[in-house]
Every structure is written in structure tokens, then in C-alpha cells.
């Protein structure tokens, strides 16, 4: 019998679905252990040294905003996993507020333009339409419509094709090294092992690209026809820049699309209101459902930071907590974004809130750069699911913390 869409041997690379026990486990500790943990912390203690450990944890809307914008204070750490991914130049994310890092952000704001994205929409319009049109009445919303958006962006807007018979390694490959990065921060030699074979064949598939882009010039509609035409940045920059928009996207969207959808789907007033906005051609309101539903069941648990100096945080409040010099500081939107102190009712569905109350694309330095194009695919993919009128409700089904499968049954 031919397995579920989905749950077939994950990639070349030997990654494998967590066993059933294994996989409750991980959903409980991401999906409950941890935000109930981080509620408590935020109303008693939101700046938290885990015991035996050289970590802090922030918990609290005020603070986490702190820790945000005082980046020079409060560095990020993720250069030294780039360092073993032949990532050269580096992750803009991994970068540290120097001259450098405005340099390489303006020269991504170059590549990746506003003006780009009615071109993003068309392609996740068409992309959206074919697939529900062609599923006839079920899909698996993650594997079978929000992962191929993506990978129609990267291929017709980036000008990265990616080879049928790389696309699952190459899916894989995103996804395990994101994890890398962003999570733990090992760098036990089987971790940082599986990392670099994760990471080759995606090296590959952009390496071949702009080989071939070299070769066949692509349109200036495409990042890397844009960038040779008008000789912005050079190869080996542009390689980095590619990387790290994927990495950007592949993961995190398949991450954001699938809480999304779990939370509209099963939410009274949140489906209800995605469903009339669809029917009224209210992109705006869709989006807003979306963010709303991010606030709620966020991407990540929280993000790292570093203190290079011994700090202070709570300045101006009427307490404040001392970070030591070398802790690791673990700040969590997720947590913020619950706080009741700044958000009314924050279990409430409500797609009105002030724009002020959301960090689903971060907040100050190391803002996402591409939130709009991100913003622009969520808003074609749920107008098209949901003015189709999806039945209600559904369960999300994961791999690891990923969102893996969704199925949906709807109005063909």
C-alpha cells in the first residue's frame, strides 16, 4: 500500500518520521509544555536563568522588545553555525549591527523589490488555482498546495528551478537546516554532520542555477537574471543572498501557513471571518486573520541572542534583571505575543487588533526582509482555500515541530 502523502521516508538523507510515541511527545512539549511553561515565567519570573544552565529566558511583551532593539548589546549567535554550512559570505540573519550588515541588507532590498509583488501574487494565485483545481474536493494543504507555492516562487521569481528528483532532498534539506540553525545551537559533531548533509544539495541546486543563468542569461524579472544584467552584487554573493531567502521561506512559510490554517480552521470567529472575507475579495482581512492566528499559535518557541557584556534589562520599569556576561538569552515572541499586560484577552480571535501587538516577521534589527512577499503569498493561498469553503475544522499533523499535513475537503 502506497503511504499517506507525506509520511514516506522523508529524504535521501535517512530523516525519518519520529515514531508515533516519539511525535506526541515533541507536539506536547512545543505545543503545550513549553507555552504553559512560558506563562507562568512571563506573569512570575520573565527573565528566567534555566537551572544548570547558561541560558536566560524572556518571556514578557516589554522585555522581549527590549532584547530586540538593543542589538547591539544583545547580538545574535548564528555565525558560528554558519560557519560549518560553506556559507560565505554569511546569513544576513547571522550578521551583527556593523556597517557590513546595512550594506548587504540594502544590496537584498536591491534584488528583492516592493515593485516585485504583483508578480509574486500571480504566481501564487496560479499555483494555489491549479492545485485545488486539480485535488477536486481534498488536498493535503501543506504537502499538496502551501509547499508548491513556495517552490513556484523560488523557481519562477529567484530563478532557482529546483530538479524533480531533488525536490524532496531539497525540501528536507531547508527544513533540517533551518533547525540547525535557529534551534538548539549543537554543535555536537552528529548534529553539525547531518547539517552539512542536509545543506549540500541545497548548495547544489542554487550553485546550478546561476551556472546556468551564467550560460542562458534569465529575465530581469527573476533574482538572478537581475542581478547579472545589472551586475549588483557578484556570484558568490548572490549565492549567499539566495540561501538565505530560501531558508527564509521554504521553512518558515511551511511553518507559518500550516499554525495558521490549524488556528483559522478550528477557531469559530477565526474561520467565519476568513470565509466572508474570501467571498468579499477582502485580501486585507485575510491577512489579518492570518496574523492574527500567527499571534496566537506562533512559528517558534523563541529566538538567541547573545551578551558579550555583562546588561541590564527593564531599564525605565519598575524592576529590572541582569543578563551576565557569555549567557545565551532566549527570547520568545511566542510568549510575548500572549502577554495579557499589553494584548486584551490575548486567547481572544480577533483580527482587529492594533498592529502594534504583532512580532510574527520579529521586531527592530533583523526585521524580516521579506515580509511582504511572505505577506503576498499568505493572502493569494488562503483567499483561494477559503473561497472555496473548506469544511471545518481538521487536524494538524507534524514532523517534529514541523506542520507536515493538513487536509482539507472543500467546495470544488
Known sequence: MKPAAGTEKLSSLQDKRPGPIAQFLTTL????????????LRRFAPAFRFPFTNT?????????QEVFSRQKDFPVPYQRQVDYLDWKPTFLLAMKDTPAY????????????????KFVGQIANEV?????????????????????????????????????????????GCMHVAGFLFGAQSTAP??????QAAVKVVWEVIDDAIAAARKNPLPDTTIIGRCHAQNIVDDQALRSYLM????????????????????????????????????????????????EALRISY?????????????????????????????LVYISGMSAMKDKRRIADPNRFDPNRSKDVYMVYGYHFHYCVGDKIADTMMEEIFTAIFKRKPKAGGKMVYNGNFPWNFFLSYEK
Open 244 to 291: 538565505g531567502m530560501i531558508m527564509g521561506y521554504l521553512p518558515t512559510n511551511t511553518l507559518a501557513n500550516g499554525h495558521a490554517l490549524d488556528v483559522i480552521m478550528n477557531n469559530r470567529t477565526g474561520y467565519q471571518t476568513a470565509c466572508d472575507a474570501a467571498a468579499a475579495d477582502d485580501s486585507g482581512m485575510i491577512l489579518k486573520c492570518v496574523h
Open 299 to 327: 512559528i517558534l518557541p523563541g529566538l538567541w541572542r547573545t551578551a558579550p557584556e555583562d546588561q541590564e534589562i527593564g531599564i525605565g520599569s519598575k524592576k529590572t534583571y541582569k543578563i551576565k556576561k557569555d549567557q
Open 29 to 40: 512539549l512545543v505545543r503545550r509544555i513549553i507555552p504553559g511553561t512560558f506563562a507562568i
Open 128 to 172: 494555489s488555482q491549479q492545485a485545488l483545481d486539480k485535488a477536486g474536493g481534498k488536498i493535503d494543504a501543506i504537502q499538496g498546495l502551501m509547499v508548491p507555492v513556495t517552490e513556484a516562487v523560488i523557481d519562477r521569481y529567484y530563478g532557482v528551478p529546483i530538479p524533480s528528483e531533488k525536490r524532496q532532498d531539497f525540501f528536507n
Open 56 to 64: 536566560v529566558i524572556v518571556t514578557s511583551f516589554d522585555l522581549v
Open 102 to 117: 546595512w550594506e548587504t541588507l540594502e544590496n537584498v532590498k536591491e534584488l528583492w523589490r516592493t515593485e516585485d509583488l
Open 190 to 195: 552528529k548534529v553539525v554532520a547531518g547539517a
